[in-house]
């Protein structure tokens, strides 16, 4: 069989698995139950029909403006009755935000003791904002990638797919979320390499240094989850999980977690690292193996230290206003460090990270000697595609 056969067989065969997983995963799930997470099970969609009053309110030291507006329930029970609610009277409203006709909410609707039908208001409606927000996505990564950046979207979809519809449901069931998050993994990054860059000797060698690397970061972040003695309950929805479901491994749920997590920085590492050292062999074959991986390294390392920078802040900045909290409160530093949830994300990017510095040069070796000579190059292009997508340059 040719490359492109043994392409087609592989990426038929791992989609087949992956529907029989999707399929099969909620064998074993625990009953529903009947509790609620996020909004409660009376809340409805409603629109803003009339603006009945507007001024000012103090709550605490806080003045802030108010509405009562008119609004017409759009579904359950209730569905087309017309009630009253305020917003920002009886609560902090954030600034800026105006309820305006036609506007789509979330309100609670009840009866209450005296017998009356009453509403109150719980938050915005944002699907379509968020589907503006996706379309414009979309049509960014085609302008920017062509086909390759819609491929993109939807290697997106297939992760989601398998995260949401075969590890959580694992999980969920009792699996190890360890061994759930790692077949997953390996499932949807093969899956969604194939079809970004397709059957490519390239995409081999991506996925042996995302494989190699993964196996490391599995190692240490078990090794300091127990060596820093965390339990995985900094996080309070750990808390509520684990009365929800109480047969799952919070432990081995944040060792996966780091795993899952790692995976999208390695994906993009790992493909610059082995598309470097082949462009590095097209633009000059008699490089020896040694200039090669020399000369790759450098471009790893740079890699590296902007992903690390970018790491770094995008903690910070998603984590400012619990910084902020700290210093009001004047909290020493040893202190804040070793609060669990705290010590879980130092663990999860420091151990991330060094997942990101093994893949580098496990990445470069394996691609430096895979095209370190032309009758090795002849061999595994026969079995594992041309060396790049771009195959007219070769």
Request: proline share 3%; hydrophobic share 50%; glycine share 8%.
């Amino acid at each position: 069989m040719n490359a492109k056969t043994n392409g087609i067989l592989v990426f038929t065969s791992l989609v087949v698995i992956l529907l029989v997983l999707v399929f099969t995963a909620k064998q074993g799930l625990p009953e529903p139950d009947a509790q609620s997470v996020g909004y409660a099970s009376d809340t409805v969609e409603a629109q803003v029909v009339e603006i009945l009053e507007e001024g000012t309110t103090q709550m605490g030291k806080i003045t802030q403006a108010y509405q009562i507006v008119k609004i017409r329930i759009l579904d359950g029970d209730y569905q087309n009755e017309t009630l009253q609610i305020d917003h920002g009277k009886r609560q902090l409203r954030p600034d800026g935000f105006t309820l305006k006709l036609h506007d789509h909410v979330l309100v609670t609707v009840g009866v209450s003791p005296e017998g009356k039908l009453e509403a109150y208001f719980v938050d915005y409606v944002r699907r379509q904002s968020l589907l503006i927000l996706v379309g414009i996505f979309i049509i960014g990564s085609f302008l920017i990638s062509g086909w390759k950046g819609l491929r993109s979207v939807l290697s997106i979809g297939i992760s989601l797919v398998v995260i949401l519809y075969y590890i959580m449901p694992r999980i969920l069931a009792g699996d190890d979320p360890i061994l759930a998050s790692l077949i997953g993994s390996v499932l949807f990054l093969a899956l969604t390499q194939y079809l970004i860059y397709g059957w490519t000797l390239k995409t081999q060698l991506a996925l042996a240094g995302i494989t190699g690397s993964v196996i490391v970061t599995g190692f240490l972040s078990v090794w300091f989850v127990n060596y820093a003695y965390l339990s995985g309950f900094g996080d309070e929805n750990a808390m509520y999980l684990m009365q929800a479901a109480g047969n799952i491994n919070i432990r081995n749920l944040l060792v996966a977690s780091i795993i899952i997590g790692t995976l999208g920085v390695l994906d993009d590492l790992v493909i610059g690292q082995s598309s470097a050292v082949i462009e590095l062999h097209i633009a000059n074959p008699a490089l020896s193996f040694r200039q090669r991986f020399t000369s790759a390294m450098n471009i790893g390392r740079d890699h590296v230290a902007a992903t690390v920078n970018t790491l770094v802040l995008a903690y910070l900045g998603a984590s400012m206003s619990m910084f902020l909290l700290f210093s009001i409160n004047q909290v020493n530093l040893g202190s804040m460090l070793n609060i669990d949830y705290i010590a879980e994300e130092i663990v999860r990017s420091l151990v991330g990270t060094l997942g990101l510095f093994t893949a580098v040069p496990i990445t470069t070796f394996l691609a430096c000697l895979a095209v370190n000579t032309p009758e090795r190059i002849k061999k595994l292009t026969r079995i594992f595609g041309p060396l790049t997508d771009s195959t007219h340059r070769h």
